[in-house]
């Protein structure tokens, strides 16, 4: 891994960046679910059910759904019957999952305090592996994909949902000026976080174009990779299978 790694626009020493990471995630947690409606004016659920549509879970399916945080992936994927294990590493978030998982009556999850980087799951264990705005958080993300490969069974599908670099002509601006200006204001506003907010948006700066990213899934093993951009590539769809 290289000497330094992004942390919004800034270049920090990996360790700094999980540390950093960290924060963001355990500040925002209590907030995170009304600050994801209050950002994508209720879109993020839409994109998380189409995303579900391509994972097509089904009945008795092992899935790992990575950097799960307070639940959305995974409660949809219950639904069809699966076996989720949601798996992150923030306990503030995972401890909203759960709390919302009782209310709700998901009571056959399974909640994992993990590292994506260095999973203790042994090889082979899942049918699909799911991570949805979870991977540019990640500190070593071929590390990460290293371990998706490793923990799926052979004929594993693996799916990742993301913000990427939307192509639609004049959208681009208006969309930077909305997430550089008003984004940082509401995460001051609803969560009383400015600074976290910001890190969220420039994150998404500095994360892999598609093709770029799609290279880092073929490199950590899978095949026939495919990617779906959703609004001309503000979020992406990205799978891959490992065979
Ligand atoms: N998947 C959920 C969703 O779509 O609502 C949560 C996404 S949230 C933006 C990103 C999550 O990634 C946080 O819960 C954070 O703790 C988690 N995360 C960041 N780095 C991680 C790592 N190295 N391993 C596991 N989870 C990580």
Redesign the pocket.
Known sequence: MTDTVSFGYEDVAPDEKTRR?GGV?SSVASRYDLM?DAMSGGMHRLW?DRFVRRVKPRDGEAILD?????G??AFRLAESGAAVTV????PE?LAVGMERSRKRGFEALIWSD????TLSFADRSFDAYTI???IR???DIPAALGEAHRVLKRGGRFFCLEFSTTQWPGFAEVYDAYSHRLVPQLGRLLAGDADSYRYLIESIRRFPDMPAFEAMIRDAGFLRTAVEPIAGGLVAIHSGWKI
């Open positions: 990471v995630f994801n998380k990575m950097a799960g945080g307070t959305d992936i798996a992150d590493i923030n978030m993990q590292n994506a980087e949805a705005f979870g958080n990640v500190t």
